[in-house]
């Protein structure tokens, strides 16, 4: 009678990148409905990743909300924390959503949609005007 070998491997096993935060101007998007802009300036985009691998990319991505349109990159770093700034005017007016996308030198892909809408209402006369209703993206 004899008994086999048992092999058991403990090494842990490989985790895509985790975003561990995203702010826009200092504020989670999470948080309620978004920044609403409403004079030009710019949006500091600041991502924190937590990865096993050295990073290979941080994209943040932007899609016009309710026009059906796909994310383009809005800009991308190769490390983090990942800054971005964005400087609107009234030609970017109107509801995003965002997204981001971060892959390690391995191709381990780790992304967060943001469901909450991001409003720019910049006005192009002297008065305000208030977001009609409150976008949400999914």
């Not at 959503?97 to 992304?111: H, K, L, M, P, Q």
């Amino acid at each position: 009678f004899s008994l086999t070998a048992c092999v058991i491997d403990l090494r842990p096993i490989p985790q895509p990148p985790l975003i561990a935060g995203f702010t826009v101007n200092g504020k989670a998007l999470d948080e309620n409905a978004g920044p609403i802009i409403s004079a030009p300036g710019q949006l500091i985009f600041e991502v924190i990743v937590s990865a096993q691998a050295p990073l290979k990319r941080i994209d943040i991505l932007r899609a016009r909300a309710g026009l059906g349109e796909g994310y383009s990159v809005l800009g991308s770093c190769d490390a983090s924390p990942c800054r971005y700034e964005w400087s609107v005017t009234s030609a970017d007016n109107g509801a995003y959503c965002i997204a981001v996308e971060v892959e390690d030198e391995r191709g381990s892909v780790g992304s967060v949609p943001y469901k909450n809408a991001l409003a720019i209402i910049i006005p192009t006369t002297s008065a305000l005007v208030e977001p009609a209703a409150v976008l949400t993206c999914q």
